[in-house]
Nanobody, 129 residues
Framework: QLQLVESGGGLVQPGGSLRLFCAAF????????IGWFRQAPGKEREGVLCIASNGATATYLDSVKGRVTVSRDNNDNTVHLQLTNLKPEDTGVYYCAAERRPIPPTCANVSGAWRYDYWGQGTQVTVSS
């Protein structure tokens, strides 16, 4: 079965760091654009970033630029998300999503949840003192 699973979330103090992972099961992430979204209670999902299928480029939400870095590991069939200098407003459930056969194979923006075919169930990130 096709599945995405996020992990690595947790509780961290402001200014702290977390490393999130998105692992694919039943399919290869090669050729898929990968988006990360987050959702705080009572709010709609917000696009955080999108990394191109070949991993060459990534587009980030303005509010996380310089604090978030995404990378791909095709050998592990995973995507890694490094969160640094976290702020309380970064709190939320973080989801990864995969867009199959993107044409062109690049990310135009960090929004557009409708583009994605597969979604994980999310991992909780809480930034609080």
């Amino acid at each position: 079965q096709l599945q995405l699973v996020e992990s690595g979330g947790g509780l961290v103090q402001p200014g702290g760091s977390l490393r999130l992972f998105c692992a694919a099961f039943g399919f290869r992430l090669d050729g898929y654009n990968i988006g990360w979204f987050r959702q705080a209670p009572g709010k709609e999902r917000e696009g955080v970033l999108c990394i191109a299928s070949n991993g060459a480029t990534a587009t980030y939400l303005d509010s996380v630029k310089g604090r978030v870095t995404v990378s791909r590991d095709n050998n592990d069939n995973t995507v890694h998300l490094q969160l640094t200098n976290l702020k309380p407003e970064d709190t939320g459930v973080y989801y990864c999503a995969a867009e199959r056969r993107p044409i062109p194979p690049t990310c135009a923006n960090v929004s557009g949840a409708w583009r994605y075919d597969y979604w994980g169930q999310g991992t909780q990130v809480t930034v609080s003192s």
